[in-house]
């Protein structure tokens, strides 16, 4: 199973905090022209956020915990995620699995690794876990864009409509698709060290 972690954020424009648009070029005459065609980007300098935990496996998504209350750190990431993910990896793969996690610090501190040594059958210690790279995480190369593109962003209001939103839109992600990322896994990490390392394009 691998996990990953991350914070969506509620702006004005509507998707704002989801879509990154810093690197998109509009072609234009003027400015103007630019502005007709979305040129000008609006962005909240302290936006609301939810940050957000997801699993996934060839046999589907952990439930979707949201931990919207403070920063998450050790404490918070032992306490509310791991129970869910050894649960949830237990019940639907038996003894038979490896948990994966991020290098975000509360995954890497060390209670939390002694966490993982005690309670999972097997799990990825942070020296051995792969390089730090979307291109090794079925949430960052594939899920979490199916994710904001099940959510209907006009519903999206507030920080509750969006934590609604979330709950609603993670269980439309197909499974088929879940399993089909997941299984590139061991197909791209070949790829990522065929290519040195560099991102695969």
Known sequence: MISDNGAITLSKPRGDGVYNSQNDRIWAA??????????VKRKRKFPTKVMVWLGACSAGLTPLVILDKTSVNHEIYIKEVLPVALNFGNKMLGDQWTYQQEAATPHTHQLTQEWCARHFASFMPKDRRPANSPDLNPLD??????????MDWGRVQTKLTLIEELKRSVKKIKPEIVLESCN?????????????????R
């Open 141 to 150: 190369y594939c899920i979490c864009n199916e994710l904001v593109q099940a």
């Open 30 to 39: 003027n400015r103007a022209a630019a502005d007709d065609h979305g040129g």
């Open 184 to 200: 590139n896994f061991s197909k791209r990490l070949c790829r990522v060290l065929e290519n040195e390392g560099r991102y695969l």
